[in-house]
């Protein structure tokens, strides 16, 4: 069983755990997190040190990390962390629950999540570091680009295309056809019917940019 490392603490490593046990592919060495949680556990894992540590794991062998911290709105440290785990060499692999239904015919990029009841449908393509949260769904020939996050129960029906670093949130339903820019915001249990711009915050069903 390959070993492999979590770098970042809170409820998504939760999740992440719980997936990797299942799954029984990987060892979990540990979690790297800030300071203050040094020593302190999640699930039984103990938080083994600060992500400087990384470049020493590396060095004793462990050649497998997966970021664990989560993403509401603001993917700038999970990128910040991805850029430095392969800097140093680390592998990414993707973490998907035995509970998920994965069309064979989809592509999974490094570093995806896709969490437990998800469905990825066929010819769909997931980014480097995309979270598919608990229950979502991507329906066939959808697109979400890199560091995006399809929450719990969202839904991403026929050939929505996804831009880099947007927050679909829990609830919504983005109806066939739709494209969402980069670094896009949609509100729990919106309905979005037309295109977004990128750098957007839309809310409401149906969706209505506001201003935050």
């Known amino acids: 069983m390959e070993k492999v490392i979590l770098v970042g603490g809170g409820g998504h490593c939760k999740s992440i755990i719980d997936t990797i046990r ?3 592919k990987y060892e979990i060495v540990g979690i790297l997190d800030t300071e203050d949680k040094v020593d ?14 990384a470049k020493n794991l590396f060095g004793d062998g ?3 990390a997966v970021i664990s911290l989560g993403s509401i709105k603001d993917t700038s440290l999970r990128n910040k962390l991805s850029l430095s785990l392969k800097e140093i060499g680390f592998s990414f692999p993707a973490i ?3 509970t998920a239904i994965v069309s064979k015919n989809s592509k999974i990029e490094e570093g995806v999540y896709i969490g437990k009841g998800a469905i990825v449908n066929a010819d769909s393509y997931i980014g480097k570091f995309s979270i598919i949260n608990t229950g979502a769904v991507v329906e066939h020939d959808c697109k979400v680009s890199s560091f995006s996050h399809i929450s719990p129960r969202a839904t991403l029906c026929g050939s929505v295309l996804v831009g880099s670093r947007s927050h679909i949130g829990a609830n919504a339903t983005i109806i066939q056809g739709i494209k969402i820019g980069s670094d896009v915001l949609v509100g729990a249990g919106s309905t979005i019917i037309e295109d977004i711009e990128n750098s957007k915050v839309v809310v409401g069903n149906p969706g209505r940019e506001i201003n935050v």
């Open 22 to 24: 299942e799954s029984n």
């Open 62 to 64: 462990i050649k497998n």
């Open 40 to 53: 302190q556990s999640i699930l039984d894992v103990k938080i083994i040190g600060v992500d400087s540590l």
């Open 96 to 98: 998907i629950d035995n």
